[in-house]
């Protein structure tokens, strides 16, 4: 037992001489029998809320209307969740109300899959009543109960079941893949934000290429809130795979770090910089990683048009910063094809230097951003006496761009000479 398993076991024996009954429940037990060291420990418990909270000196009301407590102990943190029920489940999601229970089984009943649905007290006695160790020995997922109610109650546990599936690498049973098929048309009942979350951790977990022919294989994607168009992006995926070699990385697990998969998805299904962006915002990504994600397809779009030379390498750098272009070379290196360079011969020469050279071509930039630059807007404003305006970025973006291809050298003087040529352009 190590010091969180030993801080937990406290909590439960704390529980237990008060005279209730209390157990690690969940992912820790499952993530535990596999020999995988889960960091969150949650609890179920036959006392309610307020028992709780007067047993314990330190504790905080994370989610009093379901039931869920947690426990400070020392540096770790335990959800505390009184035995319940889902009684009613609205609109396809879990749950419209809950309803506290004296019975652990009646609370591993409501829990998705039998993998989840097995608990250990604090002598570490599984307590498995839907044969949830013989089915993770035997590498199945499996709805608790009847498929069907399963995923009409929540049809959020589809997504979960595509996730666990491939992540785990488990078979899914029969029964539940085809309630999954029969149900996915509810799915659009799911937040997006829900979805995102479940399909991201699908994409960057450990098996993506598996999540991505389960996803296209359950037609679940043809459902998303709102049609938002994902399903196009996964399909395309699925028929550009060949199916990985035994033991060895599918098409998107070699792709490091693992956000670069968003842009490869789009990037095999066609999508736009343009057409990324919205898309990713819709699935409610946060603007950092909608815009990261985008601009690795902005980058990949303006390669592509001019042919992966090194001035629209340069270009590239100077419009979208570095860190766009070191994703593009780490996916290029990971998916050429993706990337766009196996199309003609010309292309297929510079798109193999441009992979070898790329960072050294950065590093030796001159200089590569606005802040760089050895003159500023404001000297700019004070050397021509006039007023900011739309022309100063202009005209500095000329210069940026003159600066870096080393067409003047990145002094002041030598800059402000050099922007005479663009006056012109800004009366
Ligand atoms: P991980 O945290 O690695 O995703 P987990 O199994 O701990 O896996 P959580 O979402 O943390 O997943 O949920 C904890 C437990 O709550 C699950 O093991 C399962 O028993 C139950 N659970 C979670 N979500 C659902 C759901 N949508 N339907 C039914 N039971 C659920
Ligand atoms: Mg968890």
């Not at 909590?11 to 499952?30: D, F, K, P, S």
């Not at 500095?396 to 040529?421: K, T, W, Y």
Request: glycine share 10%; with cysteine.
């Amino acid at each position: 037992k190590n010091e969180l398993e030993h801080a937990a076991a406290d909590v439960l024996y704390t529980l237990e001489q008060a005279g209730y009954e209390a157990v690690i429940v969940g992912g820790y037990v499952r993530d535990r029998m596999l020999g995988r060291a889960g960091q969150d420990i949650d609890m179920a418990t036959s006392a309610l809320p307020e028992q709780v909270m007067r047993l314990f000196p330190r504790t905080a009301p994370t989610g009093l209307q379901h039931g869920t407590v947690t426990v400070i102990s020392g540096s770790f943190t335990f959800e505390v969740t009184t035995y319940r029920k889902e009684s009613e489940y609205e609109e396809y999601r879990r749950p419209g109300k809950v309803e506290f229970v004296s019975d652990l089984h009646e609370d591993l009943r409501r829990r998705d899959f039998t993998m989840n649905a097995m608990a250990m007290d604090a002598r570490a006695k599984l307590i498995d009543p839907w044969g949830g160790m013989d089915d993770l020995k035997a590498k199945v997922l499996r709805c608790v109960g009847d498929a069907d109610a399963r995923f009409q109650e929540d049809a959020l546990r589809m997504l979960r079941c595509v996730r666990f599936a491939a992540s785990y690498a488990l078979e899914i049973s029969a029964d539940t893949w085809t309630a999954l098929r029969k149900h996915r048309a509810l799915l659009t009942h799911i937040a997006r934000e829900r979805v995102r979350a479940e399909l991201d951790r699908t994409v960057e977990g450990p098996d993506p290429d598996r999540g991505v022919d389960l996803l296209q294989a359950s037609g679940l994607l043809q459902h998303v809130k709102g049609g938002l168009p994902l399903a196009p992006l996964f399909t395309a995926a699925a028929e550009a795979a060949p199916p990985a070699a035994p033991g060895e990385a599918g098409r998107l697990a070699r792709v490091q770090p693992a956000w670069l998969r968003w842009a490869q998805l789009l990037l095999l299904a066609g999508r736009t910089q343009a057409e990324a962006e919205p898309l990713l915002r819709a699935l409610t990504f946060p603007n950092g990683k909608a815009g990261a994600v985008s601009k690795v397809l902005g980058v990949s779009e303006r390669l592509q048009q001019q042919g992966f030379g090194r001035g629209a390498w340069v270009q590239a750098a100077l419009r979208f910063g570095r860190e766009p272009l070191e994703g593009w070379l780490a996916l290029a290196g990971a998916d050429p094809a993706a990337a766009g360079g196996e199309r003609g011969a010309r292309e297929r020469e510079a798109f193999t230097e441009l992979t070898a050279n790329g960072l050294s071509w950065l590093d030796e930039l001159p200089v590569a951003k606005l802040s760089g630059l050895a003159l500023s807007g404001g000297e700019l404003m004070q050397a021509w006496n006039r007023r900011g305006g739309p022309w100063t970025g202009q005209v500095l973006a000329s210069l940026l761009e003159d600066a870096a291809f080393g067409r003047v050298p990145n002094e002041r003087e030598a800059l402000l000479l050099r922007a005479e040529r663009y006056r012109e352009d800004t009366m």
